[in-house]
C-alpha cells in the first residue's frame, strides 16, 4: 500500500474510532455513511431489540445526530408553518427540549415525498447548527438551548422543500441553496453566522422556453444533495452536486476548481464520496447516470476546467476524466457507500447493488426493499437500509448477495438512520427508536 494511502486510511479509521459514540451530521462522522458501531442487531421491531421508543410530533426527514450524552433532530408542522428543533437523552429516549426555532408566514410548496424539516443538523462540541433551507438557520448552545446567532435573509424558492444539511469545514459552516429561481452555496463564520463567501453555480441549465423563462418553473434547477469535503492531492476541496452539474470548489474562498456536467440529468439528492482517487456520485433525476470521476490534477483546478460527463473521454488530461458510469440500478435520493474495493447502492426502487469501485462491474442486484429515499448506512461489513413502508434490511457488503435480517416498523422512513457505539436510531414517521441487542 502507498504511503499516502496508508496515511488517509489510518486518519479515517482514527476519525471512526473516535467518533464512534458520535453521529455529528449527515452520514455520520466521515459524511460517507461507515460507523464504528459494534455488535448492532441484524434484526428488530416495533418491542424485539428495542431499548427505548419516543413519539416525535409533526413531521421531519432530518435524521438525529449525537454529540456526547445528547440527540438532536428537527421537526415541522405539516403546513410548514411552525418549525421545532428537539433535544432527547441518548440513554432513556426522554425529549429534554422542544423549542418552535422559526415561524414560517408563507411557506413554499412541497409534495409528499419531502417535508419541511428535511436537512440534518450538524454538531460539534457545544454548538449545534440547525438549517430549514430559506426558512431559516441557526447556532444553539447545546448546554443551555440559547440561540446565538440566526440567518433568514439566506432565500431561494426550494419549490419542493429543502434537503441538503449544513456541514463543517474549519471555522466555516458551507450550506446550499440549489432552488428554483436562485442557485448557490454560502459559507458562513460559524462563530457568528456572517457571511465568509458566497458563489454562484456557473452551470448552463439549458432549460430555457421561447418565453425566455426556465421550463418547469425552475422546477429542473433543483437540488437537494449535501456537499462533501474531501482530501485531493493533500489539498481539502468541497465537493458539491447540483442539478445538471458536479462542482469542486475551494472550501476556504469558494472558488470553482472544476464541473462536470450531467445533462439533463438534475435534482440529485445523494451526497457524494471520494475514494480509490475517484469521485463517486448520482446524476440524479430523468434516469440520471451514476459516475465515478477522476478529478483533475491540482495544476489545473481553475473555473472553467468543465468534463462533458455523455462522452465517454476527454482527450485532455488536464480535465476531469470519466472512469466509469453506470445507467441501471443508478440511486437518485440515497447515497452511495464505498466499502473497500466496493461501492454498494440502494436505488429509489429498493435494489440494492455491489460495485466494482475501480472498474464499475456489477457483481450482483437485488430487490431488497420497495420505495427507498433514506441513505443506507454500513458498520461491520454490513449494510442497512429502510423504505418508505417501515422495512429495514441487513445485508453483507460483500463480492456476493447475502441477506442477513429483514425487519418492520410502523409508519415510514425517509430519515437516513444512523448508528453510534452499540445502537441503531431509526426515525420512522411516529417515533424515534434506540434499536440494540
Not at 431499548?51 to 438525529?64: A, E, N, R, V
Not at 442557485?183 to 452551470?203: C, E, M, N, P
Not at 457505539?421 to 417515533?431: D, E, F, P, Q
Amino acid at each position: 500500500m502507498k504511503l499516502a494511502s496508508l496515511l488517509s486510511a489510518l486518519v479515517c479509521t482514527t476519525t471512526l474510532a473516535f467518533a464512534a459514540d458520535n453521529w455529528p451530521q449527515f452520514r455520520g462522522p466521515t459524511g460517507d455513511g461507515q460507523s464504528a458501531a459494534k455488535g448492532l442487531p441484524v434484526t428488530w421491531g416495533e418491542t424485539e431489540n428495542v431499548k427505548w421508543k419516543t413519539p416525535i410530533h409533526d413531521k421531519g426527514w432530518s435524521s438525529p445526530v449525537i454529540w456526547g450524552d445528547q440527540i438532536w433532530l428537527t421537526t415541522a408542522t405539516s403546513n410548514g408553518t411552525a418549525l421545532f428543533v428537539l433535544t432527547l437523552d441518548k440513554n432513556t429516549g426522554k425529549v429534554t427540549g422542544d423549542v418552535k426555532l422559526f415561524d414560517a408566514q408563507q411557506p413554499e410548496l412541497w409534495m409528499k415525498y419531502n417535508s419541511y424539516a428535511s436537512p440534518t443538523p450538524v454538531i460539534e462540541e457545544g454548538r449545534v447548527y440547525v438549517s430549514f433551507g430559506e426558512a431559516g438557520t441557526a447556532c444553539l448552545d447545546t448546554k443551555t438551548g440559547a440561540k446565538l446567532w440566526e440567518r433568514r435573509d439566506l432565500k431561494c424558492n426550494h419549490y419542493r422543500g429543502a434537503g441538503s444539511s449544513p456541514i463543517l469545514h474549519g471555522n466555516l459552516l458551507v450550506l446550499q441553496f440549489d432552488g428554483a429561481d436562485d442557485q448557490f452555496i454560502v459559507a458562513l463564520d460559524k462563530r457568528t453566522g456572517k457571511d465568509a463567501w458566497r458563489v454562484k453555480r456557473s452551470t448552463d441549465y439549458r432549460d430555457l422556453g421561447p418565453d425566455g423563462k426556465p421550463k418547469a418553473e425552475g422546477d429542473l434547477r433543483k437540488g437537494y444533495a449535501t456537499p462533501q469535503i474531501a482530501t485531493i492531492e493533500g489539498k481539502p476541496v468541497l465537493l458539491s452536486n447540483g442539478a445538471k452539474a458536479h462542482y469542486g470548489y475551494d472550501p476556504l474562498t469558494g472558488k470553482e476548481l472544476w464541473q462536470v456536467e450531467n445533462q439533463p440529468f438534475h435534482s440529485t439528492g445523494a451526497r457524494p464520496i471520494f475514494a480509490h482517487g475517484l469521485i463517486y456520485f448520482s446524476a440524479g433525476f430523468s434516469k440520471g447516470h451514476f459516475y465515478a470521476i477522476k478529478p483533475p490534477p491540482a495544476s489545473a483546478w481553475k473555473a472553467g476546467n468543465i468534463l462533458d460527463a455523455s462522452k465517454d473521454s476527454d482527450p485532455d488530461p488536464t480535465k476531469p476524466q470519466l472512469a466509469w458510469k453506470l445507467i441501471k440500478g443508478v440511486p437518485e435520493t440515497p447515497s452511495p457507500i464505498v466499502q473497500g474495493d466496493l461501492v454498494m447502492l440502494v436505488d429509489n426502487g429498493g435494489f440494492a447493488s455491489a460495485v466494482e469501485a475501480k472498474t464499475g462491474k456489477v457483481l450482483w442486484s437485488e430487490r431488497v426493499l420497495k420505495a427507498v429515499y433514506a441513505s443506507p448506512i454500513s458498520a461491520e461489513g454490513n449494510v442497512y437500509a429502510f423504505d418508505r413502508e417501515g422495512k429495514g434490511v441487513v445485508f453483507a457488503a460483500g463480492r456476493e448477495f447475502k441477506l442477513l435480517g429483514e425487519s418492520k416498523l410502523d409508519g415510514s422512513i425517509e430519515a437516513a438512520p444512523i448508528a453510534a457505539g452499540k445502537a441503531l436510531y431509526v426515525r420512522t414517521s411516529k417515533a424515534l427508536f434506540r434499536i440494540e441487542k
